[in-house]
């Protein structure tokens, strides 16, 4: 179909030049159901974007949706700190009954603010509560947050330099596959533990990511998560798992890390964890960590109760067994399928991922944005990832139609066609 920019003016008068995806995206979008997007001059598009991983379950998702609008129409708490309610009650069963139980996961909840980055400005702080440290470990390509914190762990120069002061007290490390293979996992990060005259100070704790989103659709092995997870317990280092993104059973399971059979001492969850869309995040921790005098760490949205009736509602909804994750792990051979075909007929493409988090990286890095603008303009949204933009990053609902799904895939395959 072909579409003719609206006309932006309110945006581009008023709204800082800070706004990103509306570049890329020039529509008005106006309404949203499933895995497809309406905007204001009838023009539907098929979203491979999900809210940059917060809808997991699609636009809103009618179960989540009777709930919420059952609580607010009987007045149920909307705001409440950190007071206890119903709605939080109901939320900490459930994430107890259908999530940690079944895992024999130790962990305590904690409810640091309604972002991403408010969840690792929390572990971070914790970690060097914990251990009377600061250094943290972080890892090439990483991406954790936009503020100063979580910018300190981050890897992307664009970012960091965002910052306008310096940023210390972290130290990147080579991820997983950093070499090609040519060097022995974590050679370099033990051989600065062990050095006096490394100039490393004893790190309080490492934090990484299974799959990494921003970075560019990096997966690391279970092996080498494995294999850090024995290097921090053998050097009194605490592992911070950032499952913001890829937790919620993007890569099948709903924490991303449990394929390698870990179990980090911190995670971070945020993004679908409320199943609508809506802010809220968790810093779940060991019971042992759990120092914190009250008050010590706090936030205003720490206890939005719309977003605990939601979460509430996806955990009962699609993770008290296991077809959700039967589900992700089919749709992921899917698009498996569909990108080695892509990658077969163009050379110069090569594809990764796990689940439904796949990037289809371009040898020539300004094709991957070419693609984006070009299945766009077909009705598909996809963005970039990685740290010149050059991995198409798909992202679609886990609840998606095979049908849709081959559908977005299909018209990838013509964007990538049609920019070749």
């Known amino acids: 179909m072909t579409i003719t920019p609206p006309a932006l003016s309110v945006f581009e008068a008023l709204e800082s030049e800070v706004r990103s995806y509306c570049r890329g995206w020039p529509a008005v979008f106006d309404r949203a159901q499933g895995s497809h997007m309406f905007d204001e001059d009838g023009h539907t598009y098929l979203d491979f974007f999900a ?71 929390a572990a971070l702080k914790l970690a060097r509560k914990v251990k009377g440290r600061e250094s943290i470990v972080s890892f090439t390509n990483a991406f954790h947050g936009m503020s100063l914190g979580s910018l300190a762990v981050t890897g992307n120069a664009f970012k960091r330099a965002g910052a306008g002061i310096p940023l210390v007290h972290g130290t990147p490390m080579p991820f997983d596959n950093y070499f090609d293979g040519t060097i022995p996992d974590f050679l370099w990060f033990e051989r600065l533990l062990g050095d006096q005259g490394s100039g490393l100070n004893q790190p309080a704790a490492v934090i990484v990511e299974t799959v990494q989103g921003e970075g560019g659709i990096n997966v690391a092995r279970p092996e080498w998560l494995r294999a850090l997870a024995e290097l921090c317990e053998r050097q009194d280092m605490l592992l911070i798992v950032d499952d913001i993104q890829m937790g919620c059973g993007r890569t099948g399971a709903f924490f991303s890390f449990e394929e390698s059979g870990i179990t980090p001492d911190i995670v971070t969850v945020s993004k679908s964890i409320s199943g609508y869309g809506m802010p809220m995040s968790l810093a779940l921790f060991k019971p042992e960590l759990d120092i914190w005098e009250p008050g010590e760490h706090n936030g205003t949205f720490r206890g939005n109760n719309p977003a605990f009736v939601t979460a509430a509602a996806t955990l009962d909804t699609y993770w008290a067994d296991s077809q959700m994750e039967k589900q992700t792990l089919a749709r992921g051979e899917q698009v498996e399928q569909a990108l080695r075909a892509i990658c077969e007929e163009q050379s110069g493409t090569h594809y990764r991922g796990r689940g439904l988090v796949w990037g289809l990286e371009f040898e020539d890095k300004p094709r991957a944005s070419a693609v984006c603008r070009r299945a766009f303009e077909l009705g598909l949204l996809v963005e970039t990832s990685g740290p010149e933009s050059e991995v198409v990053k798909l992202l679609p609902a886990l609840t998606i139609s095979p049908d849709d799904l081959d559908e977005g895939l299909r018209t990838l395959a013509r964007a990538v066609r049609e920019t070749a």
């Open 51 to 121: 809210g940059a991983g917060s809808l997991n379950y699609g636009h809103n998702n009618p179960v989540l949706k009777r709930a919420l609008i059952d609580y607010i129409e009987r007045d149920g708490v909307t705001h409440g700190l950190d007071m206890s309610t119903t709605a939080k009650r109901a939320f900490l069963e459930s994430f107890q009954n259908n999530i940690l139980r079944p895992r024999d996961l130790p962990y305590k909840v904690m409810f640091p603010g309604p972002t991403g980055t408010n969840a690792v400005e």
